[in-house]
């Protein structure tokens, strides 16, 4: 094997680790990688076949996760973690920027880092291991990417209860909410707090009409910096 060859095979099983599924077929593997620019063998038909897997399993995951949800909730909580932003979120956090196979016209014109290529890798993969190894593996590797603030968030469930049970999972310290400033008369006051998280250097703040208003709005804005932080590592190496 070339060097090349060895670097592509030590990527691959990277991005297998992070998966949390190693393929029996790993002919599977290259094809959901792959992009129509380069070969006829390309990920097209395990895109198809995991959109509809995804959907699945997405959908199986806010049923269990969330008992008490409302089928009108859970509807719009599915349709916002499989729309191309998330799934791009999931293509970053997997490096597959640096392992999709592209033609050389395509990676000139910066397909690797289109967010509508980079999705659809991401349905192929799951895909893939659904043909691999069948709806449990498919359903496994979905846990991995979607979290119980990301499903509760989605679903409607208010940002201090998310942003808990976020660390919670990791245990972590629970986050602290401090005032920080009243703005306005008695009759018109405008709150500003400050949430804080061990480990993270800056507090994010929140304003609004009311304390608690504010705690949340803070609280969104923490949550959202975190999940950033975990789904952005450094670039996988090839």
């Known amino acids: 094997m070339t060097r090349s060859g060895r670097e592509e095979a030590e990527a691959w099983a990277a991005l297998q ?54 089928e ?46 980079l999705a659809d890798v991401v349905e192929a993969l799951l895909g893939a291991v659904y043909l691999d190894a069948g709806f449990e593996a498919a359903l496994a590797v979905a846990r991995r990417w979607y979290d119980e603030a990301q499903l509760g968030v989605a679903a409607g469930k208010d940002p ?32 500003e707090v400050a949430c804080s998280v061990e480990g993270v250097a800056q507090p994010a703040r929140g304003q609004g009409p009311s304390r608690r208003a504010a705690e949340q709005q803070a609280a969104a804005a923490m949550l959202q910096r975190l999940q950033d932080s975990a789904q952005h590592p450094a670039p996988a190496s090839v």
Do not use: C
Request: hydrophobic share 40%; net charge positive; proline share 5%.
């Open 17 to 70: 680790r992070r998966l949390g599924h190693t393929f029996a077929n790993p002919a599977l593997l290259q094809r959901a990688l792959t992009h129509r620019s380069l070969s006829a063998d390309h990920y097209e038909r395990l895109e198809f076949l995991g959109d509809a897997v995804l959907g699945l399993v997405v959908a199986t995951l806010l049923v269990q996760r969330l008992p008490q949800g409302r």
């Open 72 to 117: 009108g909730d859970l509807s719009r909580a599915r349709a916002a973690l499989v729309r191309q932003d998330a799934l791009h979120r999931i293509a970053l956090q997997l490096g597959v920027p640096a392992l999709v196979r592209l033609g050389e016209g395509e990676r000139r014109s910066g397909g690797s880092t289109r967010p509508s290529i």
């Open 160 to 191: 201090k209860t998310a942003l808990q049970e976020w660390l919670q999972a990791r245990r972590r310290p629970l986050p602290r909410y401090e005032v920080v400033a009243v703005h306005g008369e008695a009759h018109a006051q405008t709150f």
